[in-house]
């Protein structure tokens, strides 16, 4: 077994800017010009793995297999908004995180978000023989 010298108490953060690229109308998660919280899960997404993915051995990555959220305040366009992870426990392979996101004024999401250790090469090779099967 892989030793990946992780610990708790790691810490990641990713930043956005609200445009209209990012609002519920474009990702049609709701009728509304406010940041979606798909774009906000995908933000919380990447501050986690900001915290572990650098310190993993060349060819090893972390994929999303939970998330539990709330979104807590909508946020307008123009508005930044930053999201937070601290990696919580270590089970094996198994990856759990503390997430939150801020606008610039007010704390608009939280919850907990699981991510798994994988060989990209095994990986790969998985996805590629799930899709050669269909042909």
């Not at 933000?43 to 572990?52: G, R």
Request: overall charge neutral.
């Amino acid at each position: 077994m892989e030793n990946f010298n992780l610990k708790t108490g790691l810490t990641g953060e990713a930043k956005v800017k609200v445009s209209e690229e990012n609002t519920a109308l474009k990702y049609g998660s709701g009728t509304i010009n406010v940041f979606a919280t798909p774009a906000m899960i995908g933000l919380m997404e990447k501050a986690s793995i900001t915290a572990v993915d650098k310190l993993l051995p060349e060819g090893f990555a972390t994929v999303g297999t939970k998330i539990d959220v709330k979104h807590l305040s909508a946020t307008p366009i123009g508005m930044n908004i930053t999201a937070k992870a601290e990696l919580l426990e270590i089970d094996n392979k198994k990856l759990k995180f503390n997430i939150e996101a801020y606008d610039d004024t007010d704390k608009i999401g939280e919850g907990t978000h699981y991510r798994y250790i994988i060989n990209l090469e095994d990986f790969i090779k998985r996805n590629e023989i799930k899709l050669k099967n269909l042909k």
